[in-house]
């Protein structure tokens, strides 16, 4: 049986497809050009490869510096996000009986609904205060701000494990320390691949929040050293794009190898 082909979806699709495509063509392009290239055409192809445009955007950003600065705060944050965060969840999840934690659950979920820029002042004044004006503040600051989210999905996920499994594991004399890691922790693999990945993309990629706390320029994540390079060299754009491309990549391939834990983890935990 032949199935009638949808062509407006069709058309959706294949114009999605140049929107998110486009930009990085344009990017590749132009961080490959020399400055006459781009004077001929923005949009076409490079006439010769610069890979040199990439070596010296890498010597006046001080890239592998940032690069590591970035990496050793996605990393700390998401081991720390999916250790800490699951064990809220687990005891809000559990305890949902109780006046308290169902008030907890509730109190974490409205913070999802309250603007960073609202509390970005205050931020500031209490990291200062408490000396986390740096890269380990920084990822503390990650870890709690990305608590209300978290919640919300773990224990929706914590939901669909049958209480059973706990129950049994109490008869053999567990813990409750004891079963969530040897049992719950274990079996909450596909969700903490999920948000694992998604804290990595967004911490790695922020912005807002290293501009507000981190002061010392060694201690620069990407993000940061990308909108100063783009400051100072806002006519080079051969240079600046080069960076650009450089900063996007490990996110790029990071997402293209992990795109299918994060559609396994959200699919195990509708169908549980």
Not at 33 to 40: A, F, G, I, R, T
Not at 88 to 102: G, H, L, Q, S
Not at 202 to 222: A, E, G, K, R
Request: with cysteine; aromatic share 14%; proline share 4%.
């Amino acid at each position: 049986m032949r199935t009638k082909t949808n062509w407006i979806v069709m058309l959706l699709i294949a114009l999605g497809t140049i929107f998110i495509l486009f930009p990085l063509y344009m990017t590749m392009t132009i961080a490959l050009k020399s400055p006459e290239d781009m004077l001929v055409s923005v949009f076409g192809l490079p006439t010769e490869l610069r890979f040199e445009n990439f070596a010296n955007a890498v010597r006046m950003t001080n890239f592998f510096n940032a690069l590591g600065n970035s990496a050793a705060v996605t990393t700390a944050t998401v081991i720390l996000t999916l250790l800490t965060n699951s064990m809220v969840a687990y005891a809000i999840a559990r305890n949902m009986d109780r006046k308290f934690f169902k008030g907890l659950y509730f109190y974490f979920i409205s913070a999802m609904f309250i603007p960073f820029p609202i509390i970005m002042l205050p931020l500031v004044k209490l990291a200062a205060g408490l000396n986390m004006t740096n890269l380990v503040g920084l990822t503390i600051l990650h870890t709690v701000y990305a608590l209300a989210f978290n919640v919300f999905v773990y224990v929706g996920y914590i939901k669909s494990i049958p209480v059973a499994l706990e129950e049994a594991a109490r008869v053999d004399g567990g813990s409750t320390w004891g079963t969530f890691w040897r049992i719950i922790f274990p079996m909450m693999a596909p969700i903490n691949a999920t948000i694992g990945i998604l804290i990595c993309l967004s911490t790695y990629n922020d912005f807002l929040l290293p501009l507000i706390i981190i002061s010392d320029t060694d201690s620069y994540t990407l993000p940061l050293v990308q909108y100063i390079f783009q400051g100072q060299f806002n006519t080079d754009f051969n240079l600046a794009f080069a960076s650009y491309l450089m900063a996007m990549l490990p996110m790029i391939i990071i997402y293209l190898f992990a795109q299918k834990w994060i559609i396994n983890g959200i699919t195990q935990g509708a169908v549980k």
